[in-house]
């Protein structure tokens, strides 16, 4: 694969690139449909990686269908579909990238490792690949800054592209563990998105989160924590940029979802 030289989509070179793990959903789609504006060329790679699951309960149910998802990737406008196998990314032991103190907060606390293990993939990915572009959706909201962090710090030259989490109609953050959650699961899992939608407009967002998610039917909480976007950290009464973010427990199910809040002047 050739070499990225240039961030346009009129110059040959640019390459866009859909990192997946599989079990492709419309915001799956919305990424390669975004990915279609920076280049003619979109590599979509399906691939569940071993090293970001710390539960290998969590491992062994994540949804395959490699077929149906190459089907997918290809009719949303990918070019290309690379499904590697594991020994092909790991022919050997890996050296874990560590990212950092950035990877204990919040979805680090209870999934330790899980962003090296991620982080490590996406190196290895983007070394085959070798993207102009590589598109993010913003459900991973962590995740999404420690990418853009990792690859400003290392002078990666890819460019990070965030795209918008996408929705069902009912409000639930879409997610490939959804169809795990059953026809009750899903409908106590409709409180965090109320819960995020109710706090965007508050003038206390964590009040708000609090009052919705800490005692609701069939959802245990993990965290809810309202961040300043540009730092990661927990936002502060100087922080205008502010993002909610929301991890819990349905049926079994870990969910995760995030929303900006009301900009303050
Ligand atoms: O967001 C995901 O699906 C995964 O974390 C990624 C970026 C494909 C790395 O395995």
Redesign the pocket.
Known sequence: MSTPSSASKATKAAKAFV???GALHAGHLSLITLAKKYSDDVVV?I?V?PL?FENPDDLAKYPRDSDGDSAAARAAGATQVWTPTVAEIYPSTPEIISVGEIGSRYEGVNRPGHFDG?VT??DRLFKTVQPTHAI??EK?FQ?LFIIKKWVAENNIPVEIISAPLIRDSDGLALSSRNVRLGEQGRSDALVISRALFAAATSNDPDATLREFLSAAPGFTLDYAVVIDEESFELATSQTSRRRALVAGWVNGVRLLDNMAMKVRA
């Open positions: 990192p997946t793990m790679s691939f990686n970001q991620v993939v996406v993010f959706g991973d995740q």
